[in-house]
């Protein structure tokens, strides 16, 4: 049986849905080490957040864990996207969690999982280098020193130094 959960404000407007299949569950409980959280910004008619709650297999093929159409980003409607999720997963918490760089959701995962390990998804990292490095006068080949560091590094440790 499916699991949802439907939330709606003082006013009865949509807060918040969360949806979750059984086959989802049955996944989670094999492979609940890693899952990312990703939001995708107001493609939707009502202009509200659509997130996934995403894992791989080891298949290396992408499945979902749920998904949530959330009113705003705040750290109060994160949690509760969290509890809900957790809860709908037999609180088993995952190791880590791959999230963009949204203060809301880091401060809602450091409330409900505190233990967690949590990183910022590399695609959300990359996407940002031109904003980030527009400054730099040798923009191209900062940008290209970084994405080496990043993509063929075996350690921070390894390849820390880009001056060299």
């Known amino acids: 049986m499916d699991f949802f959960f439907i939330d709606t404000d003082d006013a ?7 949806w979750v299949h059984p086959r989802c569950r049955v ?3 094999e492979f609940n080490d890693v899952v ?4 995708t910004y107001l493609v939707n008619r009502y202009k509200m957040p659509f997130a996934t709650i995403v894992e791989i297999n080891h298949h290396g093929q992408s499945i979902i864990l749920g998904c949530a ?3 705003n980003e705040d750290v109060y409607l994160f949690k509760r996207v969290f ?9 088993i918490h995952p190791t880590a969690i791959l999230i963009d760089q949204c203060e809301s959701i880091r401060g809602a995962i450091r409330q409900v999982m505190p233990n967690m390990v949590h990183q910022f998804c590399l695609r959300h ?14 923009f191209n080949g900062t940008v290209k020193k970084f994405k080496a560091l990043v993509y063929d590094s075996l350690t921070i440790e390894e390849n820390w130094d880009m001056t060299a």
Request: glycine content about 0%; aromatic content about 10%; some cysteine.
């Open 83 to 91: 509890t809900t999720w957790l809860s709908s997963m037999r609180d």
């Open 36 to 39: 990312a959280f990703d939001i």
């Open 12 to 18: 009865k407007r949509l807060n918040k849905v969360l």
């Open 27 to 29: 996944a989670y409980e």
């Open 69 to 71: 159409l959330i009113s």
């Open 125 to 138: 990292i990359m996407c940002k280098l031109p904003e980030k490095f527009k400054h730099v006068n040798d």
